[in-house]
């Protein structure tokens, strides 16, 4: 018979960390979309592993978006390049709001779509 684990037995994040972690994904509406995740990154990733791993991803998201916007440049002469931005758009919004969701949850999201840069 197997049981679930109880709230005991995970492992605790501390509100700091969750802060973080939190501020990693939601960076791009505060405008610092790569160097917020990469800041905090460099100097939390010996500190904790849940900052680490979820300022990694959402890095790494970040990157992901500005290869897929500088791909769609070129699509704007052909029109197709404007639905796929918008889509873009609509797509890393709802993506940093499940990810900070998760990430106050003291879970790590891993965004879908994203080329994982950093490991």
Partial sequence: ???????????SVSGTD??????CHLSGFIGVPLLLPL??????????????????EALNFHLTLFIYSLVCIPLLFVIIGIPLLIALGIGS??????????????DCYRYPLTIRFIN
């Avoid at 800041?39 to 900052?51: A, C, T």
């Avoid at 919004?93 to 003291?106: R, T």
Wanted: charged share 15%; proline share 4%.
């Fill in 1 to 11: 018979m197997e049981t679930s684990p109880s709230a005991s037995a995970l492992p």
């Fill in 18 to 23: 969750k802060l973080w972690a939190i501020l």
């Fill in 39 to 56: 800041i905090v990154y460099l100097v939390m990733k010996q500190e904790s592993v849940y900052v680490r791993n979820n300022a990694r």
């Fill in 93 to 106: 919004f709802i993506f940093a709001i499940i990810a900070a969701i998760k990430a106050s949850d003291g």
